[in-house]
Nanobody, 114 residues
Framework: VQLQAYGGGLVQAGGSLSLSCAAS????????MAWYRQAPGRERESVAT???????SYADSVKERFAISRDNAKNTVLLQMNDLKPDDTAVYYC?????????WGQGTQVTVSS
């Protein structure tokens, strides 16, 4: 499985960005998908997940502001980020899991200016 993330950039605090991740997978619908992020000097952390069944979960820091969704017909997973804060600045990574196997995309930079 190859993952390609798009949509990062520079935005002012309070603004919005949408990230997308395209997966090359013959059976995308069975993958559990997630977005992670890693800020400078910090560990990579889970931001949002969506299971193959469509169940969603979010880190407390992004609840009510971020929304994850998936389009199995297009093999994509989206992360809509609203009311962005400077603390959201990080490299965002797309992640896919199938059983015990984990796949990572290359990351896309999100920078939120105050």
């Amino acid at each position: 499985v190859q993952l390609q993330a798009y949509g990062g950039g520079l935005v002012q605090a309070g603004g919005s960005l949408s990230l997308s991740c395209a997966a090359s997978a013959s059976r995308f619908s069975i993958l559990h998908m997630a977005w992670y992020r890693q800020a400078p000097g910090r560990e990579r952390e889970s931001v949002a997940t969506i299971t193959a069944a469509g169940r969603k979960s979010y880190a407390d820091s992004v609840k009510e502001r971020f929304a994850i969704s998936r389009d199995n017909a297009k093999n994509t997973v989206l992360l809509q980020m609203n009311d962005l804060k400077p603390d959201d600045t990080a490299v965002y990574y797309c992640n896919a899991k199938c059983g015990s196997i984990t796949y990572w995309g290359q990351g896309t930079q999100v920078t939120v200016s105050s």
